[in-house]
C-alpha cells in the first residue's frame, strides 16, 4: 500500500533552518510528484511548493520563494523540504502528498502523517 | 493569482441531512478542482477530483460538482464520521491555492 512517513517533530529557533523528510513505499517514486503543504495552528491548508520526482522541476509558492527548496532522493525514494530564516509565523504541521500526476503540479491523493515544526526562542 | 472562496466557513446539521458546501474560483478553472475532509488532529484526505470525480474507497453519500468558477460538495446523508473541515483546492495550474474550509459539525 501506498505510505509517505515523515520526519519527527523539530523545535527550532528563530533564524534557523528545517529539514523535513518524507520516504516514500508501496509505488514507483519517480512516477508522481510530491507537494507540500503546511497548516498553522488552527489554520487552513497552504500549499508551499511541488517538486517532480523525475525531471526534479519544482514550482514554489510566492510566499516561499527565495526560502525554501525541495530536493528529492530517488535511491531512497525520499522527498526533502528545507525551510530557511524561522521565524514564529513558520510554526506549521508541514504535510508531504503524493501528486496524481507525473509531470505537473496536480492534487494530492496520498499524504504523508505531517511534521510538526516549532519555531520558538 | 486565482483565490478560492469557500461558503459556508462552517455549519452545523443534524444526522441524516444533506449538507451543501460551496467553493467558488475568481477566474475559470474548467474542471481543476480537488476536495478533501480533514478530520479534527488528522490527516487531510482526498475526496473528490476533477470536480466530479469520487475517489476510490469514498463513500458514495459525497459527490461534486460543477466547472468553471463555482463548485459544490455534496453529502447526502451526514454521517457522525463527517464531522470535519472541507476544503477545495484548484489544480489547474500553480499555485495550488486552497479555499478557507468549511468546519462541519453535529446539530
Known amino acids: 500500500q501506498v505510505q509517505l512517513v515523515q520526519s519527527g517533530a523539530e523545535v527550532k529557533k528563530p533564524g534557523a533552518s528545517v529539514k523535513v523528510s518524507c520516504q516514500a513505499s508501496?509505488?514507483?517514486?519517480?512516477?508522481?510528484?510530491v507537494n507540500w503543504v503546511r497548516q498553522a495552528p488552527g489554520q487552513g491548508l497552504e500549499w508551499m511548493g511541488w517538486?517532480?520526482?523525475?525531471?526534479?522541476?519544482?514550482n514554489y509558492a510566492q510566499t516561499f520563494q527565495g526560502r525554501v527548496t525541495m530536493t528529492t532522493d530517488s535511491s531512497t525514494s525520499t522527498a526533502y523540504m528545507e525551510l530557511r530564516s524561522l521565524t514564529s509565523d513558520d510554526t506549521a504541521v508541514y504535510y508531504c502528498?503524493?501528486?496524481?500526476?507525473?509531470?505537473?503540479?496536480?492534487?494530492?491523493?496520498?499524504w504523508g502523517q505531517g511534521t510538526l515544526v516549532t519555531v520558538s526562542s | 493569482d486565482i483565490q478560492m472562496t469557500q461558503s459556508p466557513s462552517s455549519l452545523s446539521a443534524s444526522l441524516g441531512d444533506r449538507v451543501t458546501i460551496t467553493c467558488r474560483a475568481s477566474?475559470?478553472?474548467?474542471?481543476?478542482l480537488a476536495w478533501y475532509r480533514q478530520k479534527p488532529g488528522k490527516v487531510p484526505e482526498l475526496l473528490i477530483y476533477?470536480?466530479?470525480n469520487l475517489e476510490s474507497g469514498v463513500p458514495s453519500r459525497f459527490s461534486g460538482s460543477g466547472s468553471g468558477t463555482d463548485f459544490t460538495l455534496t453529502i447526502s446523508s451526514l454521517q457522525p464520521e463527517d464531522v470535519a473541515t472541507y476544503y477545495c483546492?484548484?489544480?489547474?495550474?500553480?499555485?495550488?491555492?486552497f479555499g478557507g474550509g468549511t468546519k462541519v459539525d453535529i446539530k
Open positions: 502528498a503524493r501528486v496524481a500526476s507525473y509531470g505537473d503540479p496536480y492534487y494530492s491523493d496520498y
Open positions: 508501496g509505488y514507483i517514486f519517480t512516477k508522481f510528484g
Open positions: 517538486i517532480s520526482t523525475y525531471s526534479v522541476n519544482t
Open positions: 477566474q475559470d478553472i474548467s474542471y481543476y
Open positions: 476533477a470536480a466530479v
Open positions: 483546492q484548484k489544480y489547474d495550474s500553480a499555485p495550488l491555492t
